[in-house]
């Protein structure tokens, strides 16, 4: 059975950090690729950042030099950092596989940045 879970969110203010997680089940996490996207309720689901197997990474230009997505393989785990953190930063984030052309999401973590 695959299980994304996420964890991390939370309220911040403007200008601060947050650090998602993502636990993943072996089946999907081993020898594929991971993402983070987000969503606002009006608006279509948005790439934020993926990272390859081998550690590659890549980002969508608004978050480009203050988020940063990693993996541990041995926790079969996917973290997004979040610094420097604005307003309209506030999503629901979601983990994100695919495998054998099945996509699945976990339930996601909801990231409110207010002041």
């Known amino acids: 059975q695959v299980r994304l879970v996420e964890s991390g969110g939370g309220l911040v203010q403007p200008g601060g950090s947050l650090r998602l997680s993502c636990e993943a089940s072996?089946?999907?996490?081993?020898?594929?690729?991971m993402d983070w996207y987000r969503q606002a309720p009006t608006k279509q689901r948005e790439l934020v950042a993926t990272?390859?197997?081998?550690?590659?990474?890549s980002y969508a230009d608004s978050v480009k030099g203050r988020f940063t997505i990693s993996r541990d393989n041995a926790k079969n785990t996917v973290y997004l950092q979040m610094n420097s953190l604005k307003p309209e930063d506030t999503d629901v984030y979601y983990c994100?596989?695919?495998?054998?052309?099945?996509?699945?999401w976990g339930r996601g973590t909801p990231v409110t940045v207010s002041s």
């Open positions: 994100h596989g695919l495998r054998w052309n099945i996509h699945y």
């Open positions: 072996r089946t999907i996490f081993s020898n594929n690729a």
């Open positions: 990272i390859t197997s081998g550690g590659s990474t």
